[in-house]
């Protein structure tokens, strides 16, 4: 059974950080890419940062480039995204999943409230 428990939302003022964690269990997880996927209100979940299984390729939204980093230990089954500089319109529901995004994979996800 395939479970993707995702941690480290919170609320915080504009111009701080946070660092999210994904621990899986049930995948491949060192072969697969994963990815973390934002809802803001009103918006359709999207993907906004990946990580192959090797870290040889990573891509990030242009959004978010320069500020959040994408991250993997392999030893743990667990991904990860440092977000910096944290804008308003940062605030979301942040999910991860592997990439494509399977839909029986989503996990509760976590909020991220960024306050101007």
């Known amino acids: 059974q395939v479970q993707l428990v995702e941690s480290g939302g919170d609320w915080v003022q504009a111009g701080g950080s946070l660092r999210l964690s994904c621990a899986t269990s049930?995948?491949?997880?060192?072969?697969?890419?994963m990815a973390w996927y934002r809802q803001g209100p009103g918006k359709e979940r999207a993907l906004i940062a990946s990580?192959?299984?090797?870290?040889?390729?990573?891509y990030y939204v242009e959004s978010v480039k320069g500020r959040f980093t994408i991250s993997r230990d392999n030893a743990k089954n667990t991904v990860y995204l440092q977000m910096n500089s944290l804008k308003p319109e940062d605030t979301a529901v942040y999910y991860c999943?592997?990439?494509?995004?399977?839909?029986?994979?989503w996990g509760q996800g976590t909020q991220v409230t960024v306050s101007a």
């Open positions: 999943n592997v990439r494509p995004a399977r839909e029986g994979f």
């Open positions: 049930g995948i491949l997880f060192r072969i697969v890419t």
């Open positions: 990580i192959e299984g090797t870290r040889s390729s990573i």
